[in-house]
Every structure is written in structure tokens, then in C-alpha cells.
């Protein structure tokens, strides 16, 4: 089975932190991803890695960035972290492919930003 | 552009009534239709999805979706929901955008079983 796992459940962080979410899965996945999701809002897409050291933005990147070091996690990054980053992150992999691949979540962190 | 619209919230049901809960979407290109599931406290996983062939595809736990091109959708269906059914379910369209995969979810459907 395909295991995606971040590094807290639950952070909690004052306005101006920098602040850092691990993600690593064991698939040997080249595709990583980032999404948001909020109430109401559904799952929005921050970054997503299709290769080792690269990266794309997605729908929402402000307030974000991301780095890929190695090809198993992918890390995102709120530099100056503020009210309205308090959100759930979920982070998911899949193979490398066509449109048709499932993507693999990992159990997301719970974020809140005081 | 792709989108995908859950116009239901949140459903209630009663344990073992039938449930439907709808998705649409639009897209330019051809896409791939998809169900995930996240129960209380977890991440997303799939629940099932549509590539090609037979429009009508079927979950291991009794969930099915019917693919329609005419009206562009894709609905999910059970004859008899369980408590265990409980959970948001999200459905989402996955295309080609600039030679990678662009997958967009719609808002998500709170699905409450009752006893």
C-alpha cells in the first residue's frame, strides 16, 4: 500500500513564524502535491513536483514556496505564516503518468495561525 | 478549464435509505471522473473512478457512478447507506494541463447517515 505521511496532525503558530510541512511517501512517486482545503472551498492546489528540485505553482502559491530535495518529500513552506493560512494541508503523490492516476493523501495538518 | 460543481452540501439520510450525491463538471478537453472519500480526521482516498468503457463503475463497499457526457455528470449512488458511510465525499475531474495532470475537486459533500 501506497503510504503518504506528514510530519505533525496538528500545529499551531503565531503571525510572522516561518513555518514548515513535511510530506514524505514511500511509493517512489515521482508527482507530489499541496492543496489547501477549507470550509466551503473544497481542495485548492498551492504546489505540486513532477522531478526532484522542481516545482510549479498551482492555484493559490502566495504566501507559499516548496522545496524537493529528495524524491520521496516534498516540503512546504509559509515564510512569514498569517491569520488566514489557518487551514487544513493535505499533501498527495501518484505515478508518474496521464491524467487517468489516482492520487495518495497523506492524513493532512490541522494548522492554525494566531 | 475544468470545473467541477457539488451543488449538496451536506446530506442527511437515514441508515439503509438509498443516497445520490451529485457532481457536475465542465471541461474543453477530454477528462477523467473521479470519487474520493475522507473520513472524519483523515486524508482523501479514492472511492472510484471513471477512465473509459462502461459508463457505470462500481466501489468494493456498494457505491456506484454513472458517467453521462449529455449532461455532464457524474453522480454517486447507493441503494443503502451504512453508519460507516459517514464522511465527505469529493468529486474530481483530471485532465492534461501543459503536459501535466491537472486535477480539480469540487467542494465537497458532507454525507450524515443517521440511525
Known amino acids: 500500500d501506497v503510504k503518504v505521511t506528514q510530519s505533525s496532525r496538528y500545529l499551531v503558530k503565531r503571525t510572522g513564524e516561518k513555518v514548515f510541512l513535511e510530506c514524505v511517501q514511500d511509493?517512489?512517486?515521482?508527482?507530489m502535491f499541496w492543496y489547501r482545503q477549507d470550509p466551503g472551498l473544497g481542495l485548492r492546489l498551492i504546489y505540486f513536483s513532477y522531478d526532484v528540485k522542481m516545482k510549479e505553482k498551482g492555484d493559490i502559491p502566495e504566501g507559499y514556496s516548496v522545496s524537493r530535495e529528495k524524491k520521496e518529500r516534498f516540503s512546504l513552506i509559509l515564510e512569514s505564516a498569517s491569520t488566514n493560512q489557518t487551514s487544513m494541508y493535505l499533501c498527495?503523490?501518484?505515478?508518474?503518468?496521464?491524467?487517468?492516476?489516482?492520487?495518495?493523501f497523506g492524513p493532512g495538518t490541522r494548522l492554525l495561525v494566531l | 478549464a475544468q470545473s467541477v460543481t457539488q451543488l449538496d452540501s451536506q446530506v442527511p439520510v437515514f441508515e439503509e435509505a438509498p443516497v445520490e450525491l451529485r457532481c457536475n463538471y465542465s471541461?474543453?478537453?477530454?477528462?477523467?471522473l473521479f470519487w474520493y472519500v475522507q473520513y472524519p480526521n483523515q486524508g482523501l482516498q479514492l472511492l472510484l473512478k471513471?477512465?473509459?468503457?462502461?459508463?457505470l463503475v462500481e466501489s468494493i463497499n456498494g457505491f456506484e457512478a454513472e458517467f453521462n457526457k449529455s449532461q455532464t455528470s457524474f453522480h454517486l449512488r447507493k441503494p443503502s447507506v451504512h453508519i460507516s458511510d459517514t464522511a465527505e465525499y469529493f468529486c474530481?475531474?483530471?485532465?492534461?494541463?501543459?503536459?501535466?495532470?491537472?486535477?480539480?475537486f469540487g467542494t465537497g459533500t458532507k454525507l450524515q447517515v443517521i440511525p
Open positions: 511509493m517512489d512517486h515521482e508527482n
Open positions: 498527495a503523490s501518484s505515478s508518474p503518468g496521464s491524467a487517468q492516476e489516482t492520487q495518495y
Open positions: 471513471y477512465l473509459s468503457g462502461s459508463t
Open positions: 471541461s474543453s478537453v477530454s477528462v477523467y
Open positions: 474530481a475531474v483530471s485532465g492534461n494541463s501543459g503536459g501535466y495532470q491537472k486535477v480539480t
